[in-house]
């Protein structure tokens, strides 16, 4: 009874391989339904996305020719004259299994611990299971990487933490304000990261958003998009005593804000916390204001640094990810050969109805 | 404690329930020990330091297993079980559960049987802000000196933890001023008041954090310095409770 996959991924192959293999979802259903008429195999699920393109293939009885009649499959659906720089890869039984549960874990996709392949891996599960395409070993294979999905998601910690400079300057806000719903936050500069970063704390609760840039045309535009309003950008500091957080990148060479233009300002202010992400280079705030009671200045360097703290964590957690994965591929391969009678089942209904 | 000291050093990454089910273990022995003393006395057991003290940190544990059940806040019982376990290791110095007389006669009303277990209930709520004032400058720390442990660690954000020692506060003042008023108000005529150094006391420990609470909410005084004010404070009042107790004549009557 063994599992096989075949295909190709970003590990392998770059994107001008990647898209000559790929599947829509109608191509799916017509390969799916030749990988069995042709009998390469009695069971499979084709996972096509952006990253990887991979039939897991199972067949009744042992088959030791199934990758190389699979890597072939490949090749002639899509016309494409094999080469070895194609670098296919096959994995086989107790590879293969290992293989389908770290792609479900994320932890074999390009950003590490990544969870929008699990819907995708699922998807492609319901498509070959609408058409009748896998049986009791396919179904029970890819129930359990669901669930090992599920168990590594919160065992491990391979999913926590923001590994983007926006997601690090919400959480920064999260982890000092109480809630993102009272607090006001101000974007000087509309560019890429800050519109990012806005639009994040707008995700998380954050109501009040004021954009400020030198051209007051794209201000406008921003604060449109982020339900927010533009104000002048000489005149942001009249609006300073209400805001809370500031996101700042602008292009001017010289501090936007100094330590001694914030203690004046400060002192009409209060002393609520107020966060300065300053993603600007050359820097926006003065690195001094950090020193000032209640105010935190994060520059783009200390975001990037946390964001490789967080991947580090995640790196450092694989270990026992690989652990947790051996464990349920044992579990998995037990029942199956427990129970070989039932792996016959299925595809006979199905090519018996047709 | 010592697990404490482990989880501080992890850095509070992973949601903990260990250190939740030590404290809560400890926390029904200490009720079931309280109980039976009680029940032997028939009174609620607060009547020499080593009782007062018991009870204070009994209702620390209390309150922070309670507020560990809120998201986020799991970790309280870290920063509160090193000082329960220092202080309940001061309690312990021999002499300080001494015997007592039960028919003190400053003492006779009905009403005293809530005087002292109300002022210590409040005592246990500063307890509790300074664990909270701990547990935000650790964070705030963190924080300034953009430590990434400052995302890692399952602590709630700072303005959270500044709300929390303010309710605190209040509560802890608000019963102090019931638990202080019933004493003043059904204290036998006889009584020299205002010479006694513990009724000085606690009105110097009221005075204390009603201030601290006026420069808070009048005055916007925040971050570390409140923080620190609600740690030192309780410092102070673990620090001169003893010493001013045993000078006091009305809390010490002289035996007949």
Redesign the interface.
């Known amino acids: 009874m063994p599992i096989v996959v075949t295909g190709l991924s970003h590990h392998s192959s770059p994107v001008e391989m990647r898209e000559r293999f790929a599947f829509s979802n109608t191509q799916v259903a017509d390969a799916l339904g030749q990988v069995r008429q042709r009998g390469i195999a009695d069971e499979a699920v084709i996972l096509s996305t952006c990253n990887r393109v991979e039939i897991y293939a199972a067949t009744r009885e042992s088959n030791p020719v199934l990758g190389q009649a699979l890597e072939q499959f490949l090749y002639d659906f899509h016309g494409i004259a094999p080469a070895p720089a194609h670098a296919l890869y096959t994995h086989l039984e107790p590879q293969s299994v290992d293989h389908l549960f770290r792609v479900s874990c994320g932890i074999d996709s390009m950003v590490l611990g990544e969870t929008e392949i699990l819907g995708q891996l699922k998807q492609a599960y319901r498509l070959a299971h609408a058409e009748k395409a896998t049986a009791a070993q396919l179904n029970k294979t890819f129930q359990k990487a669901f669930n090992v999905a599920k168990l590594v998601r919160s065992e491990t910690?391979i999913q926590r933490?923001?590994i983007s400079v926006s997601s690090?300057a919400v959480?920064?806000a999260?982890?000092?304000?109480?809630s993102l719903k009272s607090q006001q936050v101000l974007v000087i500069g509309a560019g890429d990261t800050s519109e990012k970063a806005a639009r994040a704390l707008r995700s998380r609760g954050a109501q009040s958003i004021l954009v400020s840039n030198r051209s007051h045309d794209k201000a406008t535009a921003l604060a449109a998009e982020l339900g927010g309003r533009a104000i002048g950008f000489d005149t942001w500091v009249e609006e300073f005593q209400g805001v809370d957080i500031i996101i700042s990148s602008t292009t001017a060479p010289h501090y936007m804000l100094t330590r001694d233009k914030l203690e004046s300002l400060l002192r009409q202010r209060?002393?609520?916390?107020l966060l300065l992400v300053d993603i600007a280079v050359p820097r926006d705030i003065d690195p001094d204001c950090?020193q000032l009671?209640?105010v935190?200045v994060?520059n783009i360097d200390?975001l990037q640094?946390?964001a490789g703290?967080?991947i580090e964590?995640r790196k450092a957690e694989l270990d026992l990810c690989k652990r947790l994965i051996a464990g349920k591929r044992n579990e998995l391969l037990d029942s199956l050969q427990a129970h070989p009678a039932q792996t016959n089942l299925g595809l006979r209904e199905k090519q018996v109805g047709s | 404690m010592l697990y404490s000291t482990f989880l501080w050093r992890r850095g509070f990454h992973r949601d903990n329930w260990i250190n939740f089910g030590l404290l809560a273990a400890a926390f029904v022995l200490h009720t079931l020990a309280m109980a039976k003393r009680g029940f032997t006395l028939h009174h609620c057991p607060v009547n020499n330091l080593y009782e007062a003290t018991t009870f204070v940190l009994w209702t620390i544990a209390a309150g922070s297993l309670a507020l560990a059940l809120l998201p986020k806040l799991r970790f309280l019982g870290v920063f509160t079980a090193p000082l329960l376990f220092c202080v309940g290791l001061f309690a312990l110095w021999p002499g300080l559960d001494a015997e007592y007389i039960d028919n003190i006669p400053n003492f006779s009303s009905d009403w005293f049987k809530l005087h002292v277990p109300v002022i210590l209930l409040g005592y246990g709520a500063f307890g509790l802000s300074a664990t909270a004032g701990s547990m935000f400058l650790t964070q705030e720390r963190n924080l300034k000196f953009h430590r990434a442990r400052a995302l890692f660690a399952i602590l709630p954000p700072i303005q959270r933890l500044e709300k929390i020692i303010t309710y605190t506060l209040v509560i802890g003042l608000a019963l102090l001023t019931a638990g202080v008023g019933i004493g003043a108000a059904f204290v036998e005529e006889d009584a020299t008041f205002w010479g006694d150094s513990k009724t000085i006391w606690s009105f110097l420990v009221w005075t204390m954090y009603c201030g601290l609470l006026v420069s808070h909410l009048k005055f916007d005084q925040r971050g570390r310095r409140y923080a620190w004010s609600a740690i030192v404070a309780f410092g102070f009042v673990i620090l001169t409770f003893w010493g001013t107790n045993l000078l006091s004549d009305i809390h010490n009557p002289p035996t007949p």
């Not at chain 1, 209060?270 to 916390?273: L, Y």
């Open positions: 910690q933490g923001s690090v959480e920064l999260e982890s000092i304000f109480d209060g002393h609520r916390p950090n009671e209640n935190y994060y200390d640094s946390i703290q967080y964590q």
